[in-house]
C-alpha cells in the first residue's frame, strides 16, 4: 500500500517562505512520478505543481510559477515543496500525490494516491 505524509505546513506571513515535504512509504518511489495540488475552503482541489520520476522535468500552475519549486530526493523517498514569495492567496491545505503511469501529470485523475493534506495559511 503506498502511503503519502505530508508535513510542513503552517501558519506564515506574506512574502514568507515555508518548506512542505512528503514522505511516500513505498520503495519504488523513484518510480513514480508525483505533485502538489492544493485546495482552499469551498475551492476545488487545483494542481499547483508536478515532476517526474528522475525529477528532471518540473511543471508549474502560472499562478505559483517563479515562486515555488518542486524537487524530490529518491533516496529519501520525499518530494518536496518550497514555496516563496508567499500570498493570501496561498492559503489552502497543500495535498501532495503520486502517479505511475503519467510523466508529468497535472489533473487529478492522473494520481493514484494522496496524502492527507497539510495546511498553509498566510496572513496579509
Known amino acids: 500500500q503506498v502511503k503519502l505524509v505530508e508535513s510542513g505546513g503552517g501558519l506564515v506571513k506574506a512574502e514568507g517562505s515555508l518548506r512542505l515535504a512528503c514522505v511516500v512509504s513505498e520503495r519504488s518511489f523513484r518510480d513514480w512520478a508525483m505533485g502538489w495540488f492544493r485546495q482552499a475552503p469551498g475551492n476545488e482541489r487545483e494542481f499547483v505543481a508536478s515532476?517526474?520520476?528522475?525529477?528532471?522535468?518540473?511543471h508549474y500552475a502560472d499562478s505559483v510559477k517563479g515562486r515555488f519549486t518542486i524537487s524530490r530526493d529518491n533516496a529519501k523517498n520525499t518530494l518536496y515543496l518550497q514555496i516563496g514569495s508567499l500570498k493570501p492567496e496561498d492559503t489552502a491545505t497543500y495535498y501532495c500525490?503520486?502517479?505511475?503511469?503519467?510523466?508529468?501529470?497535472?489533473?487529478?485523475?492522473?494520481?493514484?494516491?494522496w496524502g492527507q493534506g497539510t495546511k498553509v495559511t498566510v496572513s496579509s
Open positions: 515532476t517526474n520520476q528522475e525529477g528532471s522535468r518540473t
Open positions: 500525490a503520486a502517479s505511475r503511469l503519467s510523466l508529468l501529470p497535472a489533473r487529478r485523475f492522473e494520481f493514484d494516491h
